[in-house]
């Protein structure tokens, strides 16, 4: 019998079991691996299989940044614990209208006071000296946020968190949740492969599956959305003009695509460089809590539909751009009601859950994880900077 089982092997559920484990709390971590072929997958995916995801702490949100900035003081400590270094401090430019009118720039000024950031605000002029290989049209202007902005790597930062759970005496099982079934004391979790598992706790992090198979008596309200990234193959000479890049977010005005984030040249696994660029797009879809409806997306998405847009607007920011060759890859973004992940008791004492990443948790998956864990634990909200409503499901 386990203390707590967190379903789910992700950013969120793989800090949260390091915490609990931490805690002193006989902790299993329930979750596939990712898959080999994703092709011929026949599971649950994951919204973190790729080498890159920006890091920052200005945002414009107060809380979000306090994630940010709580998550980013782990990494290094983590690096070191676990040997795996998954953080890469290039900085991070963000780049909107220069009329001021984004609450980025409006809350940039006292988030960076409250948390020390070290940022230059660049009218249009100074951002054309300072980055001279990016390009944003006239009437754009930037904030550099300097290092510990940057990206880290997000199968890095789990095996991380894993390794220096495992080292603490946590289980990993290596399996897929199907049914949950509560009784007065504890509960049994049933797996796909077979195997049953009895935990006096539960805490589901299943990403944007939470809602798929019987893991939750009443399903949580997320809105799950397709979401497409473009991969530029870069030769080393490319890669290595490229590479003092920062990370970069971009409020592009197009009629086919919002919301851009770009990432510098990453040596990925299959031992070549890539520029990666994502966004919402025109052709984005809303999905259902349905694996087999997912999966679909993941395996056969058309996301190739949008590859022309996106492929312009990344020449675009980088004129000359040299790419070996363009694809695209799908992934899934879960939103939930208040823009921030759920972090709360569905059966108080017995069941909580952490899911939600609104497209923006990787960063802050750790600091997360900790208030999950915490909670979990405790039965009681602990944290005195971040109130408990903020994460509540509603
Ligand atoms: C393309 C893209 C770009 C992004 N860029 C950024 C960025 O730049 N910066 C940033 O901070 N964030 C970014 N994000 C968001 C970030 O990746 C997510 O917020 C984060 O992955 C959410 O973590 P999670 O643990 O909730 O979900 P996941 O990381 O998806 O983990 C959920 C886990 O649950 C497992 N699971 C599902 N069902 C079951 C089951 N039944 N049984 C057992 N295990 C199960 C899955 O296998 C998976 O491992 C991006 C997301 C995408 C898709």
């Not at 430019?93 to 230059?120: C, E, K, M, T």
């Not at 509560?182 to 049994?188: A, K």
């Not at 971009?250 to 299959?270: A, C, F, N």
């Not at 052709?283 to 190739?304: C, K, Y």
């Amino acid at each position: 019998m386990f203390d707590v089982l967190v379903i789910g092997k992700g950013l969120m559920g793989s800090a949260a079991a390091r915490y609990l484990q931490g805690f002193g709390a006989a902790t299993a971590v329930l979750g596939p691996d990712e898959p080999h072929n994703p092709q011929t997958h026949d599971g649950v995916f994951a919204s973190h299989y790729d080498q890159g995801r920006i890091t920052r702490r200005l945002s414009k949100d107060l809380a979000w940044a306090t994630l940010a900035d709580r998550s980013i003081a782990q990494y290094r400590e983590l690096e070191t614990r676990s040997g795996i270094n998954f953080y890469e401090p290039t900085g991070g430019l963000y780049v909107g209208p220069d009329d001021g009118s984004h609450a980025y720039w409006q809350n940039a000024a006292s988030i960076g006071q409250r948390f020390g950031v070290a940022y230059d605000e660049l009218t249009a002029d100074e951002l054309a000296v300072r980055l001279p290989k990016l390009h944003f049209p006239a009437g754009f202007a930037g904030i550099l946020e300097h290092a510990p902005a940057g990206y880290i790597n997000p199968r890095g930062l789990i095996a991380a968190q894993l390794a220096v759970f495992a080292e603490q005496g946590g289980t990993i099982l290596r399996e897929t949740a199907v049914t949950v079934t509560r009784h007065p004391t504890h509960l049994t979790v049933q797996t796909k492969e077979g195997s049953q598992y009895q935990t006096r706790k539960l805490l589901i992090a299943a990403g944007g599956f939470s809602n798929c198979f019987d893991l939750l008596e009443r399903p949580l309200p997320l809105r799950l959305k397709t979401e497409t990234i473009i991969l530029a193959e870069l030769d080393a000479a490319e890669a290595a003009r490229l590479s003092d890049m920062p990370t970069v977010i971009y409020e592009i005005e197009s009629p086919d695509l919002r919301g851009i984030y770009l990432l510098p040249p990453i040596l990925y696994p299959d031992g070549r460089f890539y520029l990666k660029m994502g966004c919402d797009t025109r052709l984005d879809q809303t999905l259902p809590h349905d694996v087999e409806a997912i999966r679909r997306w993941f395996i056969h998405g058309n996301s190739d539909a949008i590859l022309p847009a996106m492929r312009a607007a990344l020449e675009g920011i980088i004129p000359g751009l040299r790419a070996q060759s363009w694809a695209t890859k799908r992934c899934l973004i879960t939103y939930t009601p208040h823009g921030k992940p759920l972090i709360d008791a569905v059966v108080p004492g017995q069941v909580y859950v952490c899911t939600g990443g609104n497209g923006s948790s990787a960063k802050s998956s750790d600091a997360i994880g900790q208030l999950a864990a915490s909670l979990t634990w405790h039965d009681a909200w602990q944290d005195t900077e971040l109130d408990a409503a903020l994460f509540a499901i509603p």
